[in-house]
């Protein structure tokens, strides 16, 4: 990877079609300098051996942290990224996109953000689906919570 991506939490993946991917959170300095900070990806490119310029996933226009990506490759060949998104309403949801055909669905809400979800894990479930993970509340009230998406948009 190139020494100058900033940021934290990578996750790596391999796609269904042997392609490797690295998912990171962009520098949370991006909000101090009035950006918000993204979910950012690379792709291993097998014939030279070098990583692609780092894109910037879709995230939802009134996210302005977005944070702790997981991914997993569907069986269906999909790739399926979860990420823990903040509001300035101080909204803590978990968020996803999918990869079909080349191109990242626009994000989805996957949880209401009336109790923080924060941390989420992902494992495909065998089937077009998969399994998320996450920590869900605050404090004495923080319990583990799973989640089922059977159909990624």
């Not at 009134?62 to 997981?70: E, G, H, K, R």
Request: hydrophobic share 35%; with cysteine; aromatic share 10%.
């Amino acid at each position: 990877m190139d020494d100058g991506e900033y940021g934290g939490y990578p996750c790596p993946v391999n796609d269904g079609e042997g392609g490797r991917w690295i998912f990171w959170e962009s520098s949370s300095v991006d909000v101090l300098e009035g950006d918000m900070q993204k979910i950012r990806c690379s792709m291993l490119d097998p014939a030279s051996g070098t990583w692609s310029p780092s894109l910037s996933l879709p995230v939802p226009a009134d996210v302005y942290l977005s944070q702790t990506p997981c991914a997993a490759s569907l069986p269906d060949g999909r790739m399926l990224v979860v990420w823990s998104g903040r509001t300035r309403a101080d909204d803590w949801a978990l968020y996803y996109t999918c990869r079909e055909n080349g191109k990242w669905s626009d994000p989805v809400k996957l949880t209401t953000g009336s109790e923080p979800a924060r941390a989420p894990g992902i494992v495909a479930d065998g089937e077009k689906g998969a399994w998320i993970t996450c920590h869900y509340g605050a404090g004495k009230n923080m319990k583990v919570r799973v989640i089922r998406i059977s159909q990624p948009q």
